[in-house]
């Protein structure tokens, strides 16, 4: 099994940044890949932010939501991956979750509040 624990979110004025963590308990070399995921408020859909793989290979949501504005990395030594999230607008509030795809199973954390102020 996988524990994953987020951290980093909180309240920022729009066109703030925010520098999301996810620290999993097991070596993520060996996770096949790791992602982030938004839940927005009244909804029960995760949507995918952006994703890592193991050789650290990108993927971000289609369209330009995202692109240009978050930047997903990862630090095998402290096995824990990123979401550098700058000029945040009020879309993007909601919660974000870690995800992690390991040995054919999908774990996740329990999951971060992002408020953006208007």
């Known amino acids: 099994q996988v524990q994953l624990a987020e951290s980093g979110g909180g309240l920022v004025q729009a066109g703030g940044s925010l520098r999301l963590s996810c620290a999993a308990s097991?070596?993520?070399?060996?996770?096949?890949?790791m992602g982030w995921y938004h839940q927005a408020p009244g909804t029960h859909e995760r949507e995918l932010v952006a994703?890592?793989?193991?050789?650290?290979?990108?993927?971000?949501a289609d369209g330009d939501s995202v692109q240009g504005r978050f930047t997903i990395s990862r630090e095998e030594a402290k096995n824990t991956v990123y979401l550098q999230m700058n000029s945040l607008k009020p879309e993007d509030i909601g919660v974000y979750y870690c995800g992690a795809n390991y040995l054919g199973y999908t774990y996740w954390g329990k999951g971060t509040l992002v408020t953006v102020s208007s």
């Open positions: 994703v890592i793989s193991s050789g650290g290979g990108t993927k971000y």
């Open positions: 097991v070596s993520i070399s060996s996770i096949n890949d």
